[in-house]
């Protein structure tokens, strides 16, 4: 079964360090891979996706993520955090060699970034 | 704003009732997935519609559920008989699939329901 896991329920960092969030995933076959990040009461927005090609992904607002196939990761990464950062970041999964287009999250990880 | 819209944001509502939440999608975006989200946790899925077609539907999606997309743009999601276990942020997507599965899902600001 497709599986996420976001081993870590919350991050902290400070202004200007870089930071990581990370996410493991299980697929029967190749994924595609999604960050989303969730302010309060909101819904959530796209940062970026790894389909095929380039292990390393740019996405929105300064952000990247590295896939390793071999660890089976795709962790969130960030040179320099900003404290409008602070939000709750969901890792999703979609397996490719699974019938249907739903979209399996992990359980989320709030980043707080600290000035 | 040309984003995924849904109404209402907030319902408060009785054990027994019916409710029905409104997504209209991004223009022209030919898919529409259905979302809930219960608090601590990620978005599980509930159902989705290529155009009007309902093409695949989760466990989670009990007989009291069911969602519409009669013509291919706006869909409605009905719960019946609403329990206090359905309080919960519904969320909707859309995204506009060329063929395959890669396409990015675009979300919606979400229908909060609360169920006394």
């Known amino acids: 079964a497709q599986s996420v896991a976001q081993p870590e329920d919350q991050v902290n960092v400070a202004e200007g360090n870089p930071l990581t969030v990370k996410c493991t995933y299980s697929?029967?076959?190749?994924?595609?891979l999604f960050w989303y990040v969730q302010y309060p009461n909101r819904g959530l927005q796209f940062l970026l996706k790894y389909i095929t090609g380039d292990n390393l992904v740019k996405g929105s607002y300064g952000f990247e993520a590295e896939f390793n196939k071999s660890q089976t990761s795709f962790h969130l990464k960030k040179p320099s955090a900003l404290v409008s950062d602070s939000a709750l970041y969901f890792c999703?999964?979609?397996?490719?060699?699974?019938?249907?287009?739903?979209?399996?999250f992990g359980k989320g990880t709030t980043l707080s970034v600290s000035s | 704003d040309t984003g995924v819209s849904q109404d209402p944001r907030h319902k408060i509502t009785k054990r027994g009732q019916n409710v029905t939440f409104r997504c209209d999608p991004i223009s022209e975006h030919n898919r529409l997935y259905w979302y809930r989200q219960t608090l601590g946790q990620g978005p599980e899925f509930l159902t989705y519609?290529?155009?009007?077609?309902?093409?695949?539907k989760s466990r989670l999606l009990s007989d009291r559920f069911s969602a519409e997309r009669p013509k291919g743009s706006f869909s409605t999601l009905e719960i019946q008989r609403t329990e206090q276990g359905d309080s919960a942020m519904y969320l909707c997507a859309s995204s506009l699939a060329l063929g395959g599965h890669q396409e990015t899902q675009y979300f919606g600001p979400g229908t909060r329901l609360l169920v006394l």
């Open positions: 519609f290529q155009n009007e077609a309902q093409l695949e």
């Open positions: 999703a999964v979609r397996d490719i060699g699974q019938a249907g287009t739903a979209l399996i």
């Open positions: 697929v029967s076959g190749n994924p595609y």
